[in-house]
């Protein structure tokens, strides 16, 4: 008896160990029509500062795709793509279909559940299609015959701006990039509160609430934002400012300082914006903007 139960077992640690390859999550540095991100895979950016992958915020139950800190245990999401359309189980995948989108689906790959937002020539193989996560937290489509970025995560910001992220107006094409908050830290979804620069007459940043405006940062002094005083001259690292027939812009970049990639502004649905960094293990906030006016 006692043979039978150490031989039983044996038996199920083998199929334990020999099960255990298909149950296991991968680390991709890429996807492409044949590599895909499943959840509970991720996709790290070369230098691993930044991790992809499928999350559920705060108590949420439902599944979504976000980009958060690699390093940080909570996975704070800087970025989320299905921010709209949550996924309700544990099957959902990104992928590049056939047509060259980037796409999440769950249960049936025809009826994308998100896409990003590119139209690709649908004479096109996908086999020419490639996405990467960058080191600054921007996922990028490349197609690679020529090497063209023809969509990223940048262009489409949820409630964070980072480093090298432009905010703004492409008077070209018509984009407009902007945060807006989430529902609740529950619910990523499109909250009520938007931070972006009001084009029309002299530029100006403006914090709003269902199109109201609740603070105003005020125009670009060549330094910091002119309604923010506590933002000191220097005080955002390397920042370029363009206003003209192309575009109205503004990104900051990083400093010599090793955390300065870690900085992210965030607009919250209880009308702050507020500036947070990385230091030794967690977010530590940096300055908070708007929330003199709004206590
Ligand atoms: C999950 O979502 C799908 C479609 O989006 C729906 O058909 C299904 O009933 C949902 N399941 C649960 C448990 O809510
Ligand atoms: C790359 O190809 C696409 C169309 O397939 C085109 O729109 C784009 O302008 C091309 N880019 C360059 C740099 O040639
Ligand atoms: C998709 O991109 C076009 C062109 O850049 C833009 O005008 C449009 O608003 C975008 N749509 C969405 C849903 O973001
Ligand atoms: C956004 O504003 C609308 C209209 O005032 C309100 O019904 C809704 O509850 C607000 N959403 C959130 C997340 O507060
Ligand atoms: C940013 O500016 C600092 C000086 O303030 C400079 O030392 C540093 O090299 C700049 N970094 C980049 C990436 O341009």
Known sequence: MKSLEAFL????????????????????????????????????????????????????????VGIWYY?????????????????????????????????????DQNSPIWSANVSVPSEKSS???????????????????????????????????????????????GLNRFISSWKSADDPGTGNCTYRIDSTGYPQMFAYKNRVP??????????????????????????????NQDEISVMYGISTDSNSVFSRFVIEESETVRQFTWQDQGHVLKLGMSQEECS
């Open 9 to 64: 077992d044996t038996i199920l640690i083998l199929l334990i160990f020999v099960y255990q390859p298909f149950c296991l999550s991968l680390v991709l540095d890429s996807i492409t029509p044949n590599n895909t991100v499943k959840d509970g895979d991720v996709l790290l950016s070369g230098q691993k500062t930044f991790a992809l992958g499928f999350f559920s915020p705060g108590k949420s139950r439902y599944r979504y």
């Open 71 to 107: 390093k940080d245990p909570e996975k704070t999401a800087v970025w989320v793509a299905n921010r709209d359309d949550p996924i309700n189980e544990t099957s959902g995948v990104l992928a590049i279909d056939s047509k060259g989108r980037l796409i999440i689906y769950a249960k």
């Open 127 to 173: 086999s020419s299609f490639i996405a990467k996560l960058l080191d600054v937290g921007n996922l990028v489509l490349i197609k690679q015959d020529n090497s063209t970025v023809i969509w990223q995560s940048f262009d489409y910001p949820t409630n964070t701006y980072l480093p090298f992220m432009k905010l703004g107006l492409n008077r070209k094409s």
């Open 214 to 243: 609740f603070w105003r940062a005020g125009s670009w002094t060549g330094q910091r934002w002119s309604g923010v005083p506590t933002m000191t001259n220097g005080f955002l690292d390397n920042t370029s400012y363009v206003n």
